[in-house]
């Protein structure tokens, strides 16, 4: 098993930013991919962005392309999602989530470990 505790939502203005932390605990995969999920209310969970288990590949989705920056500190087994320039559609529950593998599988069913989500609200 692997546990996925994310942190560093919160309420802010359109164009600020705000770090999200996810650390993970448990089970350890010889390679794997760690990536960020957004949910928005009434919309299906949708990706952000991955990374591989070195760090030294990255992935994004369009939309936040530019704007957001996946990082990890593998010592620390934590992955970071720096989020600049926020948009009122950034608004979302922000999932981290965990595959075996080397691939970036953007769709959610790929990923096998999940976290509990942090909300975030950016606001006008």
């Known amino acids: 098993q692997v546990q996925l505790v994310e942190s560093g939502g919160g309420l802010v203005q359109a164009g600020e930013s705000l770090t999200l932390s996810c650390a993970a605990s448990?089970?350890?995969?010889?390679?794997?991919?760690m990536g960020w999920f957004r949910q928005a209310p009434g919309k299906e969970r949708e990706f952000v962005a991955a990374i591989s288990w070195s760090g030294s590949r990255t992935n994004y989705a369009d939309s936040v392309k530019g704007r957001f920056t996946i990082s990890k500190d593998i010592a620390k087994n934590t992955v970071y999602l720096q989020m600049n320039s926020l948009k009122l559609e950034d608004t979302a529950v922000y999932y981290c989530?965990?595959?075996?593998?080397?691939?970036?599988?953007?769709?959610?069913?790929?990923?096998?470990?999940w976290g509990q989500g942090t909300q975030v609200t950016v606001s006008s």
């Open positions: 448990g089970r350890t995969f010889s390679g794997y991919v």
């Open positions: 989530a965990v595959r075996g593998g080397s691939y970036f599988y953007t769709q959610p069913s790929e990923y096998d470990y």
